[in-house]
């Protein structure tokens, strides 16, 4: 529920406009979480441009990322064409000593692999110098080439650290 109401709330919303002045009266006080929530509505919606404008707020409110905001930047930008700043929000995680979920590590390699990006190949390493196992179903879709797209939900941690589980594939 509280994600269908962030959705509603961010197709509504126009990105010049800071989110937060629009409900001053009610003096809202937005923290990481609220970041967080925005971050995954707009990875629901595949609105990247939004996602930017959010971390652009969150960091002139001098709000700090952590470890799930950097997971929904790099599925956000997993979910574009061009997804070349995953790779810097992944490198930007470990600079602030965040370790990567095996899930974000599957969905960077999945994305790699279907479109052809051999990059998939030093995700892979690191997965595994990580200690994470290759799953027999990513084995698969890297031997296959790639044969579906990764659910866009999958490894992504709660603000409980616990990680997300969301099968349901992406919208066509």
Same mark, same amino acid.
């Given at each position: 529920? #509280?994600r269908?109401?962030?959705?509603?709330?961010?197709?509504?919303?126009?990105?010049p406009q800071?989110?937060?002045?629009?409900h001053?009266?009610v003096?809202?006080?937005?923290?990481t979480d609220?970041?967080?929530l925005l971050? $995954?509505?707009?990875?629901? #919606?595949?609105?990247?441009?939004? +996602?930017?404008?959010l971390l652009g707020?969150m960091?002139?409110?001098?709000?700090?990322?952590d470890?799930?905001?950097?997971e929904?930047?790099i599925?956000?930008?997993?979910t574009?064409?061009?997804?070349?700043?995953a790779?810097f929000y992944?490198?930007?995680?470990?600079?602030?000593k965040f370790?990567p979920?095996?899930g974000?590590?599957?969905?960077?390699?999945?994305?790699?692999?279907s479109? =052809?990006? $051999?990059?998939y190949?030093l995700?892979l390493?690191?997965?595994?110098?990580? =200690?994470?196992?290759? $799953?027999?179903?990513?084995?698969?879709?890297?031997k296959h080439g +790639?044969a579906?797209e990764a659910?866009r939900n999958? =490894?992504?941690s709660? $603000?409980?650290?616990?990680?997300v589980v969301?099968?349901?594939?992406?919208?066509?």
């Amino acid at each position: 529920m #509280v994600r269908a109401v962030s959705k509603y709330c961010l197709l509504s919303i126009s990105p010049p406009q800071s989110q937060f002045e629009r409900h001053s009266a009610v003096e809202l006080q937005p923290n990481t979480d609220t970041f967080n929530l925005l971050l $995954s509505a707009c990875i629901d #919606v595949g609105h990247r441009d939004l +996602g930017d404008h959010l971390l652009g707020e969150m960091k002139a409110a001098a709000i700090k990322p952590d470890v799930q905001t950097y997971e929904r930047l790099i599925i956000l930008c997993l979910t574009q064409a061009t997804y070349e700043d995953a790779f810097f929000y992944l490198e930007e995680m470990k600079g602030h000593k965040f370790l990567p979920t095996v899930g974000i590590y599957d969905a960077i390699i999945r994305k790699c692999v279907s479109v =052809g990006d $051999s990059r998939y190949n030093l995700a892979l390493e690191e997965m595994e110098q990580c =200690g994470y196992p290759v $799953s027999r179903d990513l084995a698969d879709f890297i031997k296959h080439g +790639g044969a579906y797209e990764a659910p866009r939900n999958v =490894g992504m941690s709660n $603000s409980n650290g616990e990680e997300v589980v969301d099968l349901e594939p992406p919208p066509s």
